[in-house]
């Protein structure tokens, strides 16, 4: 976008939102009574009205209009981040073109280890099954241009390939029907030529930044907020988003389905209107409109006040801190329904979230050593994690020392690096689209024998 926004007017403007946040799907508010569960619904506004583009405004330069002074103090708040955030902020391999991601986890039912490498040109997967009760497996998938091609040499010496690219002639059509492959092969398809997604998301962030552009900002009366613990007088702006608004956004949401996915969506037997249905469905629960109040201090959030028209009205309350988000309330009809208290000691960094029914979830992160800690408490269940992070420039590595409940027990580590190196797959070759009856007979009598030695 340049780093620059186009001014119509004093009132109005243009972003382009090629480094804008992707936004969440809104969802149908339900009635007054279950406060947390309405939130959902109005977020939808929020969406469209103050969230669209927060990180596009970061570098720009002066903001005169009302939804400008909106959008960059949205960026200001999200991007003045804790310590884990600034952590995770500088490791660009989270961002590569080519990269592998590594798992290795270690479960009450076994062993799995799996690592996934991706390029522009190409796509594999190598890993390890050491499930309890069943015999190890190893496997290497690797995904081109045209085919896949698998080696599964525990239970047998061929190379599996599959062209999703051809017609197939062979025994796997009185196997699978037809619909069935097309399904596969275009979804393999879409797998392979929509490798680079951000490009869909721009377009699609552009959708929810168009529409941002059409919306109306007001200043309205200043109001007094508790901000890093003194009383501030804040600055307040307005506007108004309505159903169409939101509709505006779906339709163009199906429009970019139907350029992007046509092929997919035909075998799968579905239209872009199937994709969008269940947020045309939400959209009808919503009020016909929802006024939006933000209310900004030193150019960052310190309030929003969600007010639908006849529903219940939310206020978000940015508390401050060492950071803007690092203490908040969200009040629903005047009531807290849910609070972030956040606190640094040294070097480690604690952040609680409760909710109306005495839900918890209590995180730690020691910048120093990396350590991180979390704590989950939900409807008389209890859910931890113990680890630690490590994060440079290329890389991160989470270890896990204890993942789940008092019953569960799951550790392993889980690493993201840029760079890939491929391996050569080999073995006779199976063409499992034209492999006749009696081969498919053969393998699977192979396979048996394979599997039942194991045991």
């Given at each position: 976008m340049n780093g620059q926004f186009e001014t119509q007017n004093p009132v109005e403007n243009t972003v382009t939102p090629a480094n804008q946040m992707e936004t969440p799907t809104p969802e149908a508010p339900k009635k007054k009574g279950n406060k947390i569960s309405i939130i959902a619904g109005v977020v939808a506004a929020v969406v469209v009205a103050g969230g669209v583009g927060v990180f596009a405004a970061v570098k720009?330069?002066?903001?005169l209009s009302p939804s400008k002074k909106v959008l960059l103090a949205g960026a200001k708040t999200v991007s003045d981040m804790g310590s884990l955030g600034e952590a995770l902020k500088d490791c660009v391999s989270l961002h590569a073109d080519e990269y592998t991601l590594k798992m290795d986890l270690s479960m009450n039912e076994g062993d799995i280890s799996m690592e996934g490498r991706s390029s522009k040109e190409q796509?594999?997967?190598?890993?390890?099954?050491?499930?309890?009760?069943?015999?190890?497996?190893?496997?290497?998938?690797?995904?081109?241009?045209?085919?896949?091609?698998?080696?599964?040499?525990?239970?047998?010496?061929?190379?599996?390939?599959?062209?999703y690219r051809?017609?197939?002639?062979?025994?796997?059509?009185?196997?699978?029907?037809?619909?069935?492959?097309?399904?596969?092969?275009?979804?393999?398809?879409?797998?392979?030529?929509?490798?680079?997604?951000n490009e869909f998301h721009k377009k699609m962030l552009k959708v929810y930044a168009d529409e941002y552009n059409t919306l109306k900002f007001s200043k309205v009366d200043a109001k007094d907020f508790t901000i890093d613990g003194t009383e501030r007088s804040c600055k307040g702006y307005q506007t108004v988003v309505t159903k169409d608004n939101v509709d505006h956004v779906i339709d163009g949401l199906e429009t970019l389905y139907e350029e992007d996915y046509q092929e997919l969506m035909d075998a799968l037997d579905l239209t872009a209107a199937d994709f969008v249905a269940s947020m045309r469905e939400a959209v009808e629960e919503l009020d016909d409109s929802t006024t939006l109040v933000f209310y900004l201090y030193k150019g960052?959030?310190?309030?929003?006040d969600i007010i639908p028209e006849n529903?219940?009205?939310?206020?978000?309350?940015?508390?401050?801190?060492?950071?803007?988000?690092?203490?908040?309330?969200?009040?629903?009809?005047?009531?807290?329904v849910v609070e972030v208290q956040g606190s640094n000691e040294g070097s480690?960094?604690?952040?609680?979230?409760?909710?109306?029914?005495?839900?918890?979830?209590?995180?730690?992160?020691?910048?120093?050593?990396?350590?991180?800690?979390?704590?989950?408490?939900?409807?008389?269940?209890?859910?931890?994690?113990?680890?630690?992070?490590?994060?440079?420039?290329?890389?991160?590595?989470?270890?896990?020392?204890?993942?789940?409940?008092?019953?569960?027990?799951?550790?392993?580590?889980?690493?993201?690096?840029?760079?890939?190196?491929?391996?050569?797959?080999?073995?006779?070759?199976?063409?499992?689209?034209?492999?006749?009856e009696e081969e498919w007979q053969d393998l699977l009598h192979e396979i048996f024998a394979a599997m039942l030695g194991g045991f």
């Amino acid at each position: 976008m340049n780093g620059q926004f186009e001014t119509q007017n004093p009132v109005e403007n243009t972003v382009t939102p090629a480094n804008q946040m992707e936004t969440p799907t809104p969802e149908a508010p339900k009635k007054k009574g279950n406060k947390i569960s309405i939130i959902a619904g109005v977020v939808a506004a929020v969406v469209v009205a103050g969230g669209v583009g927060v990180f596009a405004a970061v570098k720009t330069g002066a903001f005169l209009s009302p939804s400008k002074k909106v959008l960059l103090a949205g960026a200001k708040t999200v991007s003045d981040m804790g310590s884990l955030g600034e952590a995770l902020k500088d490791c660009v391999s989270l961002h590569a073109d080519e990269y592998t991601l590594k798992m290795d986890l270690s479960m009450n039912e076994g062993d799995i280890s799996m690592e996934g490498r991706s390029s522009k040109e190409q796509k594999q997967i190598k890993g390890n099954l050491n499930i309890s009760g069943a015999p190890s497996i190893d496997f290497l998938a690797d995904i081109g241009a045209d085919s896949v091609q698998v080696e599964v040499p525990t239970i047998s010496d061929h190379l599996f390939t599959y062209d999703y690219r051809n017609e197939k002639s062979g025994y796997l059509l009185e196997m699978v029907d037809q619909d069935t492959l097309d399904a596969v092969d275009a979804t393999l398809k879409a797998a392979y030529d929509n490798q680079d997604s951000n490009e869909f998301h721009k377009k699609m962030l552009k959708v929810y930044a168009d529409e941002y552009n059409t919306l109306k900002f007001s200043k309205v009366d200043a109001k007094d907020f508790t901000i890093d613990g003194t009383e501030r007088s804040c600055k307040g702006y307005q506007t108004v988003v309505t159903k169409d608004n939101v509709d505006h956004v779906i339709d163009g949401l199906e429009t970019l389905y139907e350029e992007d996915y046509q092929e997919l969506m035909d075998a799968l037997d579905l239209t872009a209107a199937d994709f969008v249905a269940s947020m045309r469905e939400a959209v009808e629960e919503l009020d016909d409109s929802t006024t939006l109040v933000f209310y900004l201090y030193k150019g960052q959030y310190a309030a929003i006040d969600i007010i639908p028209e006849n529903d219940v009205s939310f206020e978000v309350q940015f508390l401050g801190g060492d950071t803007r988000m690092q203490n908040m309330i969200l009040l629903a009809d005047d009531e807290k329904v849910v609070e972030v208290q956040g606190s640094n000691e040294g070097s480690v960094e604690t952040i609680t979230m409760i909710a109306e029914e005495n839900d918890t979830v209590k995180f730690t992160y020691d910048s120093d050593s990396g350590d991180i800690t979390m704590e989950a408490k939900y409807d008389e269940e209890s859910y931890n994690f113990a680890g630690n992070l490590a994060v440079d420039k290329n890389s991160m590595v989470i270890t896990i020392d204890d993942l789940g409940s008092a019953s569960e027990d799951v550790s392993g580590s889980i690493t993201w690096k840029k760079g890939a190196q491929f391996e050569e797959v080999s073995g006779d070759t199976f063409d499992l689209g034209n492999a006749t009856e009696e081969e498919w007979q053969d393998l699977l009598h192979e396979i048996f024998a394979a599997m039942l030695g194991g045991f």
